[in-house]
């Protein structure tokens, strides 16, 4: 008796194998289509809401949530390399991430020039594209 599985879905003919599953290359492709997506989400989301805050508060607190936004920017950036390393089969994952995060709140609450809650707000710039781009592609459009 045999059972059914994902290997046996692949139907050989000749030399050549078909198969449902999406290959490597394109899941990569996939990924690395993500990947530019959300960060050009995050850069509009940054730049709307940096130009929101400069017009309702001023220009001192703009640079001060634009410099979280960047470190977003780059935090995203690990993240999607770390991602990458994974599906490429790669077993250890860097904890960079967690420094970068560290010395910007460090950073931001030893200078006097800074404040720490836009800076730490910009910074969660990147959650808030990620939410939006979830619930974009979960909400079914009109075709």
Not at 108 to 115: I, K, T
């Amino acid at each position: 008796m045999q059972t059914s599985s994902s290997a046996e879905s692949r139907i050989v003919a000749g030399e050549q194998s078909v198969s449902n599953e999406p290959s490597a290359k394109d899941s990569m492709e996939d990924f690395y289509r993500l990947q530019r997506q959300l960060l050009r989400i995050t850069a509009i989301f940054s730049a709307i809401i940096f130009a929101g805050t400069w017009w309702a508060y001023s220009l001192h607190i703009a640079l001060n949530y634009l410099i979280g936004a960047c470190t977003g920017v780059v935090y995203l950036r690990m993240l999607s390399k770390n991602v990458e390393r994974i599906g490429r089969g790669a077993i250890r994952v860097s904890s960079g991430r967690l420094a970068l995060v560290a010395v910007m709140i460090l950073t931001a609450s030893q200078w006097n020039q800074l404040e720490i809650v836009p800076v730490f707000l910009g910074f969660l710039t990147y959650k808030a594209a990620l939410i939006g781009y979830t619930i974009w592609t979960a909400v079914p459009q009109g075709d």
